[in-house]
């Protein structure tokens, strides 16, 4: 048995021990070469650690699947920075024109699927967004510019 921390996901050498087969997961015909541990978020937000055996050529396989999905988020990255880029350019060249920040909340509720309050939301646009949407206090209310706002992608500030 493995002494180490019950209640808490594991993958420790004894714990991957125990979920070590003779037999590949994958193709379930050649040889286990390694048991491989996914560190792995299920439903109810409960984390565990998923152990999948695998042969030689499977193995080869996954690695090389990961890789190429590795090089798609980093592409990915790549085009979200220059879109972030020309966004800042062409926002540069716009005049202010103040609006409510209820309204930034609201396009950031409709870009961005999270369940924190407005508040919260609120709180973050003025923090990190100050800048690019000239977020300003006024008589005690808190005010962005529309020309910005409407230009701004939400998304490409988010991973
Ligand atoms: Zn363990
Ligand atoms: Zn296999």
Redesign the pocket.
């Known amino acids: 048995m493995p002494n180490c921390d019950w209640g808490r996901p594991c993958n420790c050498r004894e714990c991957t021990e125990m979920n070590r087969k003779e ?8 040889k ?1 070469i390694i048991t491989h541990s996914q560190y792995e978020m299920g439903r109810k937000g409960i984390s565990y650690y998923r152990f999948i ?7 080869d ?1 996954k690695k090389k699947k990961d890789e190429i999905e590795r090089q798609k988020e980093l592409e990915e990255e790549r085009k979200k920075g220059e879109n972030r880029d020309l966004l800042q350019k062409r926002l540069e060249k716009i005049d202010h024109n103040p609006t409510p920040i209820k309204n930034a909340v609201a396009k950031f509720r409709e870009q961005i699927k999270i369940g924190n309050s407005d508040k919260y939301i609120r709180d973050d646009i003025i923090r990190r967004f100050k800048d690019i949407l000239k977020v300003e206090k006024t008589r005690n209310r808190w005010y962005c510019c529309k020309n910005r706002l409407e230009l701004i992608d939400f998304r490409l500030f988010f991973y």
């Open positions: 037999i590949c997961d994958i193709c379930i015909e050649n286990t055996n695998y042969c030689q050529k499977c193995w396989e």
